[in-house]
């Protein structure tokens, strides 16, 4: 299994500051589900750090790429998969199946939409942040535009969570992160 530092040197690699933020940070949502859930916690930071670890030099491709990248490195197929399956409908054909697949195709774009909320805010932190601010945001379509709502609401009933759950979850987990203030 390859380390953490291996992951994100290979995320700084393809990527500049905008695109490495946003892997931090759903690495951090990711590790805070796993924990929660007894589950293998660098295995599932690893599969957040690089879920779009192709998608600013090769957008066209994106998840083929990383599998491609991901599996010259010997890459555990696991991890392989739960990137490819977190475009499922999007750009991939690979539907999530496991905890962290269904984990991480929820948080991805929620991450996002949650980081844009807290961007607007005074403080520019996600500590005061709350559920009722997100949900508004949420009903905003020309808010964070590309933060796909549908994909957000597929991933809530995949982990059987009421949609208020996973944003609350989701807040909960960038303030344990090094990432609360952006």
Request: proline share 3%; net charge neutral; with cysteine.
């Amino acid at each position: 299994m390859p380390t953490r530092e291996d992951a994100f040197n290979l995320l700084k690699k393809y990527n500049s500051d905008a695109l490495i933020t946003h892997g931090l940070a759903v690495e951090a949502t990711m590790r805070y589900f796993a924990k929660k859930w007894c589950e293998d916690v660098e295995k599932w930071g690893i599969v957040g750090l690089l879920h779009d670890l192709d998608y600013e030099k090769y957008p066209d491709e994106h998840c083929y790429k990383t599998k491609e990248i991901l599996s010259s490195l010997n890459y555990p197929q696991d991890i392989i998969r739960a990137i490819m399956s977190h475009a499922w409908k999007i750009c991939t054909d690979v539907e999530p199946k496991t905890k962290m697949e269904k984990t991480l195709y929820a948080v991805d774009e929620l991450t996002g939409l949650i980081i844009a909320c807290a961007l607007v805010r005074p403080s520019k932190s996600v500590i005061d942040l709350e559920v009722k601010s997100v949900k508004k945001k949420f009903k905003q379509k020309s808010f964070a535009a590309g933060a796909n709502r549908e994909v957000i609401k597929e991933g809530a009933t995949m982990l059987q969570m009421e949609l208020d759950e996973l944003i609350s979850e989701v807040i909960l987990a960038l303030r344990e992160s090094p990432f609360h203030k952006f």
